[in-house]
């Protein structure tokens, strides 16, 4: 077999999975589609990547880290608390919008597959957990100023990812249901925006 170099054939080959792997999950995807869908054949998909396990964990670990990186980037340390949350949850939601299939390709694989997350963790740990630690500290603050209700960290980013989520993984659904056209579905994502921050917001005011 005569391998072709060029250096676009990995790259091409990797987007093609992700489309795949976004729209059918792990299981319902063969090596033979990515192949045809990149525009080569399976032998390239197998030399480039050997196996449909180790493509898909090169797709799964790039969005699991954009999934996270909205909620874990710096901001402008200026701004008062919830300001720095409002930027959080915004950002988190744009991530999502731009990435609608990122929701149930995670929650897809590691449903069907838990061990997922254990074979990669490793590979995950540089994940800014000083910018985690520093919202812990500026969160115990203001419930001690009396400005924020007793709450848990880890509640408050599962409420903040459950409100953004919910919506990116039951919309195409609501959207159909609805009859909504193109146009009205990006006005609803768009208020959904505004509603989950103010809503987020209003939960934690003692």
Do not use: W
């Not at 192949?35 to 964990?57: D, I, M, P, S």
């Not at 909620?71 to 609608?100: C, W």
């Amino acid at each position: 077999m005569k391998i072709n170099n060029d250096s676009n054939t990995e790259k091409s080959i990797l987007e093609a999975a992700e489309r795949l792997f976004l729209q059918k999950g792990f299981s319902l995807t063969s090596t033979t589609a990515i192949g045809k869908e990149a525009g080569c054949n399976q032998a390239l998909v197998h030399y480039y990547f050997r196996t449909k396990e180790r493509l898909f964990e090169a797709v799964f670990e790039n969005k699991f880290r954009l999934f996270v990186s909205g909620l874990v980037q710096k901001v402008d340390s200026g701004l008062s608390f919830e300001e720095k949350l409002r930027t959080a949850i915004e950002a988190h939601y744009d991530m999502l919008a731009a990435n609608p299939g990122i929701p149930f390709l995670i929650f897809n694989e590691l449903t069907t597959n838990p061990r997922r997350l254990e074979n990669f963790k490793s590979r995950i740990r540089e994940l800014p957990v000083t910018v985690l630690k520093q919202f812990q500290k500026e969160l115990e603050e203001e419930i001690k100023k009396g400005k924020v209700r007793p709450v848990a960290p880890v509640d408050l980013l599962l409420t903040i990812i459950s409100m953004n989520v919910s919506l990116f993984l039951v919309g195409p659904v609501i959207k159909t249901a609805l009859d909504l056209s193109e146009r009205d579905y990006k006005k609803l994502l768009e208020s959904r925006r505004s509603e989950n921050v103010a809503v987020i917001l209003r939960s934690l005011r003692p």
